[in-house]
């Protein structure tokens, strides 16, 4: 009889955990926010040494004018008191992730510059992230998963005990640990929109987001030649609702506000243009022909051909190198110096180019130009090889 | 059917009695072959060790304690300037912030929690010694040759390495390990571990990188959060220290 109790105890608390329902307005904001509780605290403490790790890391990129912009648009999306709160760090990984600490640690990846196209793009995300911090979801998915592992302790312990099988309830609890982190990330998805609402930013460019990623990751596996995959449904294990779930719920939310705004496009681009070489140049070699065709063509959207994209389009097709392909790459060289961006990178892809299609004699040309400007380049020696009496 | 089923779990347990009661057999030190220290012939850094503080939840989770963390680290700094004298060498502490290249020395200090780690595991544990370990039992293991490079550890011979990670059994947790223990009374017992106390101190040699001397265990004594607790553990982490008046009993 207690066993049949004891189940319905069970399933009761398994149902239990869920997030706080979504808060109606802005929450109240509280200037220089402290953690009193022993969880936040040590939450916070270990926070703190994460955040030194993330000053000293070699993959910190400390530009001041960029790091300038990103928090322009964080404050200008959240407010001035708020944005007070939080500091942020651009780590230099070529791919679309952002996280929040519970001390107000922002980190936002280089690679996620790359797949946006507008301000209020970066608004939305950099809005997210903010509104876990906000709505102190570390805490929150801290206790979460205390509470529910005690549980899932004493089930495995009792179960024991009472020679009852419980690997049903085990698993149930174990899924509710990712379905309250999708709550939450629902629920910071929702709050970056109120944000957005209140910004000079249209809401609706949150659900723009994860319509490219989704963009992108059909034209990956079109390139790589595998069946792509759309879902409303997340899985058991998944952190996160599913790209596409989020941008329907966000462009729902966000034509009941309809708000307007200007999603500062061209501005987007005139900012991060110092560093699109670099970000381009670690995205084409990431081996993702697809994705990274689609993403060239898409920025081409807003800033038309500019030289580093044609550059970067150039190496891409270099890289694959097919017969075909350095047919294609030799003209984006070409093309590329016809715009006047006669760079060491464009002459060294171009001289490979027409050595690799059999053009030595023409390639050799261009590729004695850069060593001339790049005399101790780190792959000097190799060049030299291609070169008629360049090994003297 | 249903004696089937548990029987999964029964393994478990079994495992869970057997690598605890292995434990014991465990080693706790090494040192290099042929290696051994004079008293005042070297210069020793002593890195900031690093120390976390936190308690276990019931179901087992890390739960971290800021008070705790800085009360210990206090405690154990405090006995470590007390010890100096005792080891035999002269001794320097470096803090990790404020010097040059700490970004390169937090790094390495990592880098000996892993390598300390491996040690345990695949030295310590002799039941589990990796291939190239099993025949020759010579204390082999290495940071790389790089930490010369340093500018801080420059005009050092060693660098001394701490690190604890203490986490104390809640209450819940000590209930739980009791209730696995009576659930043998009704059904199938469980064997649940209450606390975990690591504690590792290394000598690693400037020039070479190598690990001369490691003293690690996953049991340690002490309560860190008490003077006299970390009086004890900075005993337990120093026993055997190279070159120190007590390395001979």
């Known amino acids: ?392 | 059917m249903f004696k089937i089923r548990s029987l999964w779990f029964i393994l478990l347990f079994c495992y869970l009695a057997f690598a605890s009661s292995d434990l014991s057999a465990q080693e706790k030190t090494g040192n290099k072959e042929g290696f051994e220290l004079e008293p005042g012939s070297v210069r020793i850094a002593l890195l900031e060790p690093s120390v976390r503080v936190g308690s276990q939840s019931t179901g087992g989770m890390f739960e971290p304690n800021a008070d705790w963390t800085e009360q210990a680290k206090e405690n154990l700094e405090a006995e470590l300037a007390r010890k100096q004298e005792l080891l035999g060498n002269e001794i320097v502490r470096l803090s990790l912030d404020n010097v040059h290249q700490s970004r390169e020395l937090v790094q390495y200090h990592a880098l000996f929690g892993a390598v300390a780690s491996s040690v345990i595991e695949y030295q310590f544990f002799p039941g589990n010694r990796l291939p190239t370990k099993k025949k020759s039992k010579a204390f082999e293991w290495s940071v790389g040759p790089d930490l010369a490079d340093i500018e801080a550890v420059k005009g050092f011979d060693y660098v001394l390495l701490i690190r604890t990670k203490d986490a104390y059994g809640s209450t819940g947790r000590k209930l739980l390990q009791v209730a696995g223990f009576l659930g043998a009374v009704a059904g199938f017992g469980t064997a649940v571990q209450s606390g975990e106390h690591i504690g590792m101190a290394g000598l690693v040699d400037v020039k070479t990188g190598d690990l001369v001397w490691l003293n690690a265990d996953l049991a340690m004594g002490g309560d860190v959060r008490k003077v006299e607790g970390a009086e004890k553990r900075v005993q337990q982490l120093l026993e055997g220290f190279p070159g120190s008046s007590d390395s001979e009993d």
């Open chain 1, 1 to 392: 009889m207690w066993l049949k109790r004891f189940s319905v105890v069970l399933a009761a608390l398994v149902a239990a955990p869920t997030v706080a329902a979504e808060p109606e307005t802005l929450p109240p904001y509280v200037p220089a926010y402290e953690p009193t509780t022993v969880d936040e605290r040590g939450l916070w403490s270990q926070a703190d040494e994460l955040e030194l790790l993330y000053k000293r890391s070699e993959h910190l990129i400390d530009d001041e004018e960029l790091n300038a912009f990103v928090r322009r648009i964080l404050c200008s999306t959240v407010g001035n008191d708020r944005c007070d709160g939080v500091r942020i760090y651009i780590l230099n990984i070529p791919a679309f992730n952002a996280s929040m600490m519970p001390n107000g640690a922002m980190a936002i990846w280089s690679g996620l510059l790359l797949r946006l196209r507008s301000e209020a793009n970066l608004a939305s995300v950099l809005a997210h992230e903010f509104a876990h911090f906000e709505l102190r979801h570390s805490l929150q998915g801290f206790k979460n998963r205390r509470s529910t592992s005690d549980l899932l302790a004493w089930t495995v312990v009792l179960g024991n005990a009472a020679v009852v099988d419980t690997r049903n309830s085990q698993i149930s609890l174990v899924g509710s640990i990712f379905r309250f982190n999708r709550d939450m990330e629902r629920q910071g998805d929702l709050l970056a929109l109120k944000y957005l609402r209140q910004s000079p930013y249209p809401s609706r460019a949150s659900s723009q987001v994860w319509q490219y990623l989704m963009e992108e990751a059909d034209a990956r596996a079109a390139g790589r030649k595998i069946r792509r995959k759309d879902r409303y449904r997340a899985g058991f294990f998944d952190t996160h609702p599913t790209s596409l779930d989020r941008a329907d719920y966000l462009l729902e939310k966000s034509m009941e506000y309809g708000d307007i705004g200007n999603a500062e496009q061209s501005a987007y681009f005139e900012a991060i243009r110092p560093w699109l070489p670099k970000l381009l140049a670690d995205q084409v070699r990431l081996n993702d022909f697809g994705g990274t065709e689609y993403l060239l063509g898409n920025i081409a959207g807003v800033t038309g051909w500019i030289p580093e994209l044609v550059l970067a389009r150039a190496e891409l097709f270099a890289s694959r190198g097919k017969p075909r392909d350095l047919i294609t790459a030799t003209t984006l060289y070409l093309d590329a110096i016809d715009k006047g961006h006669e760079t060491s990178e464009v002459l060294r892809g171009l001289g490979l180019s027409l050595v690799k299609s059999g053009r030595r004699k023409e390639g050799a040309e261009y590729l004695e130009r850069y060593l001339a400007q790049n005399p101790d380049a780190p792959d000097a020696a190799i060049i030299r090889m291609y070169v008629p009496n360049g090994d003297e």
